[in-house]
């Protein structure tokens, strides 16, 4: 392997001074997916019954036609009526506040190197543990999932903004503000119960998993289990024309070919978005714009969003958000923790010198529903905006305008057509009968 790319080098211009190329993605990047697995995972990611009202899915934040995310700065889950930029609030159930932070695309989550997710890093791959995974829970909660991917999925449904709903509206939401989420009568069962009370599921469940021979043998971690399978075969992505460039020796456009040489070489981009899918999921402060609540706790008294430090406790992690991956970045929008930037060129522009653009950040662009709460307050906060800009840790890089326009051609060059089509694509109904996000 080390030979080809070293081969492909030799196809770039000689102008180009660049990193190494990441070698092209193959099978032995992904575990192997059983069909009849992701089929099952297909309904339960788009059926509204794992949701505590009932009303929202996994899809109604990652969406496929909205690039696996949901087209907004920062989303409302529970309360929220619509998809996408058309969401709306449901008068008759308000939400508290929005989401805290902008829902991540779910491209190639399946493959092997994504060993942490989520913008902090707060579930990961632990071989010291002996659930083998690091998350906020204790381990005898985490047991039965069969990878990081699936354990990802035990986190949205007890969020009261995202799928949950708040305190005494449904049994859900009540069993989490008590505390109880795994055994009998927990959050994790309640919704496992719904699942199995639907014969249809029943049936696909006992023929798909060999441990289940009845309905009151599913679990959470088997629905988990099939959504994540679902997702890593949904949505793997690495039939981008960057990656017939690096597997078959496909020409890119000249504009994205200069933009490649600037992203490998003196921008300076593949520092951190590097290997197969250019991110070294690792956690940087780049002084994106914190919007809307962040993750602080809700008895604080202003937004705020300390990243990887309310994981580790460590201040050198303050500000610090794991590198996300650009494939199909193109179709993602908005960018950033927050979803600060509607626009791929303005967040490539603003990414350059962040602290300048901080100094000059427009809230025009933000994609919000019609909320009544105080979206800029960190913004507005001198103490925040201070903290957020002696965190950063990149100098300024200096690009024309002529320059950003062909990297953002090259990142465009990462969009999988394929992978935005999907290969089980919307199911037009689920078992329960509830409405398919769409």
Known sequence: MRLFILGLMTLIPSYIVAGELPAPVTDADYRSIAKAEAELGQLLFYDPILSGNKEVACATCHHPRLGTSDGLSLGIGDGGIGLGPDRVVDPNNL????????????????????????????????????????????????????????????FPVLSADEMAGHYSENDVAKAVRQGLLTGQGGA????????????????????VYPHINSADQIGFTDISNAIATFMEFEWRSDTSPFDAFLRDQQELSELASEGMTLFYGDAGCSTCHSRAFQTDHKFHAMGAPQIGPGKAARFESHAKDEGRFRVTGDPSDLYKFRTPSLR???????YGHAGSHASLQAFIKDHLDP??????YDPAQLVLPQLQVDDLRALEDSAEMSAIVSAVEQSPVHLTDAEIASLTAFLN??????????????PDTVPSGLRVPN
């Open 188 to 207: 994790w069962d309640i919704i496992a119960r719904r699942v199995a009370a639907l014969p249809d599921y029943v049936e696909r469940f006992t023929t």
């Open 413 to 426: 060059s990462l969009t999988d057509p394929d992978a935005m089509l999907g290969r089980l694509g919307v």
């Open 95 to 154: 939400p508290e506040q929005r989401i805290p932070r902008n829902a991540p695309a779910l491209f190639n989550l399946g493959a092997n190197e994504f060993t942490v997710l989520f913008h902090d890093g707060r579930i990961a791959l632990d071989p010291s543990r002996p659930s083998g995974l690091r998350t906020p829970l204790d381990d005898d909660m985490v047991t039965g999932f069969a990878s990081l991917l699936s354990a990802q999925t035990m």
């Open 328 to 334: 199909n970045v193109a179709i993602t929008a908005p």
């Open 355 to 360: 602290v300048a653009a901080l100094k000059l």
